[in-house]
């Protein structure tokens, strides 16, 4: 394995050989044999892009690993906002991420214990990942529309009924997302540079006017803790 278009980066890792891949919130993880990883953050705009390297280089690809067999790994950001970081054996990456979402650890009284005495809006709580690690704007929304919470609503006015609800709603969307292979709102692409097929099952995510498919009031949006918020003022209370 060598890294293109990062010469030092590419030093570090060439001859190594990728031995597990995983995630850890919204971060991508690469483990390789030698006990490293490399950690990718794909923030607003970024993808990866298996092809063959006897392919045109993906647009926008700004760092991209060729392997032995003739295929390549390509990290593309046309925003460059994205980062791939080499992580060393037993080097801490991740203290500050919060639970897995769809972990057993996240049952409905964790999430009961993380939202106690908290005056942040429920929106903003669920798009901290110090407290759970993985949500996104898009699914936060959803799942609160599902639940029929109020995105402003402190977290720690939520009651354990509620929150229960939110759990669930929480956990069906994320899992359906995944079956899904993801959401092609903007410019999301899987691995194959396929797109997702969630955003076909979106309920009140970027649908500002629509009628709100369980009362037909039209849907709002609103920005909260600078993210668009979509939602229904007669559903959600």
Known sequence: MIARKRPAFGKQIAGDRIAAVGRRGKYPIIELASGSKLVISLR??????????????????NVYLDFT???RLAFADVRRFGRMRLVQKDEVWDAE????????????????????????PIKAFLLDQRRIAGIGNIYAVEA??????K???????????????????????????IEMRGTSSRDYVDAEGMEGGFQNELSVYGRAGEACPRCKRPLVRTVLAQRGTWWCRNCQR
């Open 44 to 61: 607003m705009t970024g993808r990866l892009i298996v092809q063959q390297q006897s392919d045109a280089l993906y647009p926008y690809t």
């Open 69 to 71: 067999d003739g295929t």
């Open 97 to 120: 991420l919060g639970v897995e979402p769809l972990s057993p650890e996240f049952d409905t009284t964790r999430f009961a214990a993380l939202l106690k005495g908290r005056t942040t």
């Open 144 to 149: 609160l529309w599902e639940s029929q919470i």
């Open 151 to 177: 995105p402003t609503t402190p977290a720690g006015k939520i009651s354990r009924e509620r929150a229960v609800r939110l759990h669930a709603a929480l956990q069906a969307v994320l899992r359906k997302a």
